[in-house]
C-alpha cells in the first residue's frame, strides 16, 4: 500500500512510519521542514516538504494514497488554536477529496492488511 504519514517525525509519526516501511509499505511523510527532508529517508520513507495550509499540495501528495494518516501539528503559537485546529482539518479533507477520500481509513486499512 502507499500510506502518506502526516505529522512529520513526531511521537507518533516516526515509529508508525518504520513500522509502515517495515512492512513493506511505500511511504510518503509530510513534513514542513526542509530539514527533516533526510531524517525521513533515512527510515526509507519519501519526504513530500509542504503545509498543511497549502490545499493544492496536500492534493498533490494525496494522489495515489491507498490511505492517508492525518496527524495535525499542535499549532502552539495560534492565537486561536479551535479555528487552526479546524482549518487544518478542513484542508486535509478538501485535499483529500480530491483524490477520492482517503483520510482516516489507514487504521482500517491495515488492520485488513495481510502484509
Same mark, same amino acid.
Request: with cysteine; hydrophobic share 35%.
Given at each position: 500500500? !502507499? @500510506?502518506?504519514?502526516?505529522?512529520?517525525? %513526531?511521537? @507518533?509519526?516516526?515509529?508508525? #512510519?518504520?513500522?509502515?516501511?517495515? !512492512? %513493506? *509499505?511505500?511511504?510518503?511523510?509530510? +513534513?514542513?521542514?526542509?530539514?527533516?527532508? !533526510?531524517? @525521513?529517508?533515512? =527510515?526509507? /520513507?519519501? /519526504? &513530500?516538504? $509542504? #503545509?498543511?495550509?497549502?490545499?493544492?499540495? =496536500? &492534493?498533490?501528495?494525496?494522489?495515489? /494514497?491507498? /490511505?492517508?494518516?492525518?496527524?495535525?501539528?499542535?499549532?502552539? +503559537?495560534?492565537?486561536?488554536?479551535?479555528?487552526?485546529?479546524?482549518? @487544518?482539518? %478542513?484542508?486535509?479533507?478538501?485535499?483529500?477529496? #480530491?483524490? %477520492? $477520500? !482517503?483520510?482516516? *481509513?489507514?487504521?482500517?486499512?491495515?488492520?485488513? +492488511?495481510?502484509?
Amino acid at each position: 500500500m !502507499k @500510506i502518506i504519514v502526516t505529522g512529520s517525525l %513526531g511521537n @507518533i509519526s516516526q515509529p508508525l #512510519t518504520t513500522e509502515l516501511v517495515q !512492512k %513493506g *509499505h511505500t511511504v510518503v511523510v509530510i +513534513s514542513s521542514s526542509p530539514e527533516r527532508q !533526510k531524517d @525521513i529517508e533515512a =527510515l526509507g /520513507a519519501a /519526504a &513530500a516538504i $509542504g #503545509t498543511l495550509e497549502d490545499v493544492d499540495f =496536500l &492534493a498533490a501528495t494525496f494522489t495515489g /494514497a491507498d /490511505a492517508v494518516y492525518c496527524m495535525i501539528p499542535p499549532g502552539l +503559537s495560534e492565537p486561536d488554536r479551535l479555528t487552526y485546529y479546524s482549518r @487544518i482539518a %478542513g484542508n486535509l479533507c478538501k485535499g483529500d477529496s #480530491t483524490v %477520492g $477520500g !482517503k483520510a482516516g *481509513h489507514l487504521t482500517q486499512q491495515l488492520w485488513r +492488511s495481510p502484509g
